[in-house]
Structures are given as C-alpha cells and as structure tokens.
C-alpha cells in the first residue's frame, strides 16, 4: 500500500468537494474504499450517492425545494468527513506509523479497564467516574518520586492521548475539558500541554467541535492556555481553510470572537509570529555559514576584551558594560551583525534553530507529548539534576532563570537542561554563574515590560510556542506523519477566519505597514492590493505596492502602481521610482521624462539630477547630460566618479581635448580597465592608432578584465568610434593585433 497516495488521492477528494466536483470525486473515493477494513464506511458512501442523484434528479426535473441548498450543502459536509475516515482507516490499517500504534495501545488498555468512560453516554455518570478516578490518585502537588506524581504523570498521558487521538469530538470530550480546567487536580502547564494535544487533533482531523473548543479557551486566564488555544485555532483554520465556505457556523464562531476584548490584537501577532517562522531556515544557515565562522576567528579578542576569566569580579553590579565598539573594531561588519541578530531576537525571530537543532535526540523527545510541555523548574528533567555535584546546589537558580528568560522556547529550555549534566564540570560551573548573574536582570526586564507593554507576556508566549511547534513539525522523530505547514507560505492573513475577524482596512494596513518594514515584500504586496480593491484615492498605498513590485524585479507592475500614484499626487520619490522602472524595461526616452518631472519638483535633489544625466547619457542628449554632470561635479566636489561620464561625454561629441583633461584628471585616482578602453578610444579617434593599442592591452593585462569582456566592450562602442572618424576597416586589425600581444603577454 502506497501511503502517499492515499494521503494525496484524499488531498484530490477534498479541493474537488470544496470546488462542488461531486461527481469526480465520488470516483477517487471509490478506489480508496477498496483499502478500507470498516464496511460501515462502503455503505455510507452508497448513501452519499443515493442522495446525490436525488439532488441531481429534483434539480434536473425543475421541482423546487427550498432545502435544497441546505441538504446539498450538508451533503458536501458528509462526503468530506467520510472522506476523512477513510483516510484514517486506511492509514491505521497500512501506514505503521506511530500514531497509531499509541491509539491501538489506547484502546488496548481501555478494555482492559473495562470500558472507555470518556465516551460514555451518560455525562452524569462519566463526570462521576472520572472525579472517582481522579479522587481514587488523590492528585494534588506531590513529590517528584511519589507515587502521586507517578500517577498524575500516567493520568495527563492518558488525557493527552485521548484528545489528540480522537477523531471527532462529542459531548464527553467538551465535559473533559471543562472538568480539566475547572477541577483544580491539574496544573497550568498539564492544561496547556492538553490545548496542544485538541490542536493536533484539529490538525489531524477536521472537526467542527474542535475549532470552538478551541475558540472557547482562547479566552481562558489559566497560563498558557490562551496563546496555545489562538495558536492552534490560527494553525488549524489556515490548514483547512478551503472548507470554511461549507461551515457557517465556524463562520459564525470567527464574527462572535471578533467582538471579544483584545483578540484582534492578539489574532494578529500570531499571525506575525508563524510569518516570522518562514524565514528560520534562511536565519539559521546564515547563523552556520555566516556568523558562527566569524565569531570563532573573534574569539581570543572578545575573551581578552570581556575579561571572562574574571567575569565574577568583587563588585560585578559596579562595572559598566563593556565596549562593544572598541571590541569589534576591524570587525565592524561583525558589530552590525550581531546588533541586527540582537534586535531580530528582541522581535521575535528565531536565532537560536541552529544551535539547538542537534539537541533533540535525547530520550525525553521521543515521547510526543513532551515536545508540547511547557517549561517550568518543577518538572522531572531539572530535578533529575538535583543529584548532580556541581549543578545540583544552584539548580534552583538556573531552573528559575530558564523559566523567565523569554529568548528561548520550552524545547530548547529543555535541550539545554538535558544537556548541561553532559557537560565539563568548568562549563558546568560557568553556566551556573551566567543564569545566577541573568536571573536578576530578567526580573528587572520581565517587570519593565510588563508596565510599558501589557501584551508583552501573551506575544512572548506565542512566541515561545510558535517557536516549540516549528521544532516538532522539523526535527521530530514524528515529523513524517504530520503535514508540515511550516514549508508553506504561511499566509494566515489570506485565510478566510482572519478575514471574518481581522480583516479591516485597518487592521490589513497596519500588518501590511509591518511587513514592508521588515522587507517582506511578497506578504505586504498581498494586503496592499487587498486594500487597493476599496481604497483607491491613497498614493501611499500604490507606491509602497509598486515598491514590493519592485523589489521582485516586477518592472511593469511596479510602473503601474508608481502610475496610479502619480495621478493622485506626483511626488519626487514616485517620479524617481517610475524612472528607475523604465531604465531597467528599456525604455530610457520615458525613464528620462519622469526623472525631468521630478528635477522639476526638487531642482537641487543631487540624486535625481544624476539619474536625469544618465538617461540623457542613455538616450544620446550628451550637451544635456553634461550640464547635469557639471552641476553634480560643483555640488560634490572630490567626487572622482563623475569625471567619469563626463570624459566620455566629451569624447562622444568629439570634444577631445577637453576629454583628455578629465581622463588626465581620472588617472589621478585610479583607472579602472574601462576607462582604458575610452583613452584607448580617444587616442584612436585623435589618429594614434599605437597609443590606442597600448591601452587596450593594459586594459586586459592587469588582470581585472578577460579578452571576451574587453571583445564586447569594444564591439558595443563600435558605432561611437565610427561616428567619430574611424575607419570602420580599421577595427579587425587593430583588434587582431591587440589579441595577439595578448597571447605574447600570456
């Protein structure tokens, strides 16, 4: 059995239900049925059959019924659900993959107990056998090696298992929830570890259940629980947002939390996060290739400007901190870097993929759950180090340290405590003095934050959380049986709930305001045009849309946006913009006319006074062009570059003497292999076909140019030499006799 397939084959059967393509779709699902186990699944199908051809028939036969468009909808609801379960059977059956093993082994012990009671009809009695159950544990806050702890750790798997592994949830699954949250035998981080067993879940399986489950909690004040819950609503809804149309309901779910206090605010920095997200692989190979690399050559220096020898000294709280200028100099790219990772990190952005990526191979991970537990200094992990000589008497520090510091997400705070017991006991005992010294500081920035910013814990959760999921769907032994939406553009705001919910002109500028500031052009593009489709008199928004065109190398689009806002008001920097887009089309006679414009607006605007010299160099305007050169050349004196052009200037327009002042006046800064080939250029339009030669040698020789770059430089300036004199003969034997000397040079 060819699992992929299947998977993609239920893929087809999904986006030609959601495109009302009943017919083809009934044949794909057809072909699945012959792999499935349940003959409940074949009979259902029939029926979804029968009543599809009913619908076709009263249709057909003109017979009205109001309903019809409600039944057919409902219909279109069953075909996608029975075309989820066979998926799932079909998978449980042949794919061998761990998700269902743990299932299986679920049920296993279920009847060995004697039943499931979460699926029990009866709430009372399900609510009645489960607070027995829980008073049976006697759950409270136990030691570490109790038998109460052991209990309550085989209870929340149970739990975590049941949610994430139960297809579609009913009336017994919301009563769990409300008796985990309300009941008080759980803690904080068990509750939260179960919003992410209910988003795997909605992953995993469409339900409608789950979404409001989910939507529910995201109003919850237990920690962490309403971070993951808008996260896992996000997430979820995006994954299967081509089913929406068909839920008025969840619909209905997205307008109802569009009035709750703060969703919006808090909707939209998830959605900046997983944007975020996108850009991590790119963010870590640069951390490898890039900035590791330079760190190690700094190494000695910083050692020697930190003095991290003496890092403790006798009054650490004294000192300033240390000149970080002074340290990287000579290194000064490197001081740019690392205060752009350093903001980066203070955004949200994830720098720490690449070092933590190599340590999850630990025991502790290959349990599922554990990927999903939030970090806290009670749990199992930090006090299996409470035996340990060096670590164990600080453990409460580091743990705390850990706990607060919001750079780092729950798995790699893990990572690194599973890690440090492997360490030297110098590196043990240097950790320990670094978290003891960060404790206090993380304090101080953990209160400041708070009363500058009162979403400053939500956004460094979410963070923290967005952060765990990237690492499970990446580097888990349990990745390949998860569609990892992290490869994926991640476009939550494209999605049809963010829409229903935070879809306001507003709320669509102000992202897309973000994503132009951070150069995510092709996301900001995508809310700009969304807002162009009914704001239409804004010159901003065309020119910041034709700037995303821009920078995707979208000449013609970008000149169509830079056109509309031209209309609205013609500014300097659209006019330069359009200009730009016209010289890189071709079309330098237009790009000319929009720069003039501009000059028009802002006469001593240095750049667009040389962007209009250029294009009067494009287009053969040489007088003008010189005029413009001339006036950057008094604006800027020392300025060696624009001597350049005007050199040629004269050159072209036969002016030679005057040419040879400034090719005189170059050569004392620095002549670059072209501005040999035009001396080269000049002497041979002023008859000194020997001089010419020499400098088309030099210009190859000195190693900067090879003969086919020089080939084609001098067969483009063919027609200025002719227009100047030269015998057009001439050329192939001049050329043959550099080449030559060439050959000889070599």
Known sequence: MNINSVILQHKSVCNLVVRRKVRQSFAIMSDMLDNVSVGELRDEFSELQMTYRNILKYTVEGIHDPERQRIYNRLLQSILRLNDRIKQDILARYSGWYTYSVRNREEKEERLRGGNIIQSVDDLVFKARLDKLLSSAEIGKPG?????????????GIIFNHLWLTDYYGEAEESLLNLLIGSGHFEWHEIATFVSALTLSSLRVWDPVKIKLLARLTADVTPHVAERAITGLAFSLYYHDDRLNLYPDVL????????VKNFRERYRMVVLQAVRSRYTEQLSKRMNEEILPKVVKLRPRIEEKLDLDRILGDNPEEGQNPDWSEMFRGSEEMFKTMEELTNLQMEGSDVYMSAFSGLKKFDFFRELRNWFIPFYPDHEAVDSIFRDDILGPGINELAEALYKTPFICNSDKFSLILNMKYLPAEQKSLMLKVFR????????MKYDNELTDPAAIFRTTVTQYVQDLYRFFKLSDFRNEFDDFFTGRLDIYNSLFYRETCGSVADDRSMADYFFSKEYYEDALALYDTILKTVNDDAELYEKAGYCHQKAGEYEK??????????IEPRTWTLRKSGLCLRRLGRPAEALEAYRRA????????????MTAHCCLDTGNYEEALKHYFR?????????????PIAWCYLVTGKYDEAEKYFERLSETGLTPFDRINIGHLALCQGNTRQAADNYISAV???????????????????????????PDDLPILLDYVLMNLKKES
């Open 599 to 610: 000059l028009q607006n802002e006469p001593d605007d240095l750049n667009t006074i040389l």
């Open 558 to 567: 970008a000149l169509e946006k830079y056109s509309l806002a031209t209309i």
């Open 437 to 444: 010294m960060e404790l206090e500081g993380l304090e101080q």
């Open 144 to 156: 570490p090696d109790s038998e109460k702890a052991r209990e309550t750790e085989r209870l929340s």
């Open 701 to 727: 020789t000195g190693g900067e140019m090879t003969a086919e770059t020089f080939l084609s430089a001098f067969n483009d300036d063919i027609p200025v030499l002719t227009a100047n004199g030269v015998n």
């Open 632 to 644: 950057i050349e008094y604006e800027s004196p020392g300025n060696s570059r624009v001597l350049r």
């Open 252 to 259: 209905k779910t997205a307008r109802e939390l569009d009035a």
